[in-house]
């Protein structure tokens, strides 16, 4: 993306650091690592919108995902003490999610939404996960996924999850 006078003004500059990209409801969301302003949206009109860290709860994102209700889930960096944040951008409402919340550690090796709005995280001890996305907010803890009644991944390094068309894990 080559930056536009306008978009220079509006707080972008030729050093920041875009971390992550999406679209989401017609807009398109950038997250920019090492910054204040770390999230921005620019809607049809290419007016740009930025979200202070008092409203994200992050300087350094690495990436974003979305639930099914757009919630952006935000994999924050080391420089914020790692953890995730759930933001919902129409409401200004964030929520930390760190290791109080069931995160078997804070510093996330990955995280992802499937096609049933399920965020997967994780992390070097194992993975979790948040059964409704969207819904964050009403003080749900992450759950740790069972397979023939044992702990899946328990205490193991997980670099990455992710869904296939079929919303089949692939850890």
Known sequence: YNLSKNDQENGFSTTSR??????????LWVSVF?????????????????????????????TLSQSLGNVIWIRRGIGDGSGAVAYEPFE???RLITTADGLPQNLLNDLSIDLDDEAWISTNQGVVFFPDATFVFDNESAFQPFFDNRPLFEGDAVNAVTFDGGNRRWI
């Not at 875009?18 to 989401?24: F, K, N, R, T």
């Open 18 to 27: 875009i971390s992550d990209m999406m679209v989401m409801d017609g807009m």
């Open 34 to 62: 090492d910054s204040d302003m770390a999230l921005w949206s620019r809607d049809n009109e290419r007016t740009w919108r930025s979200y202070p860290r008092s409203l994200t709860g992050t300087s350094f994102p690495t």
């Open 92 to 94: 200004d409402e964030f």
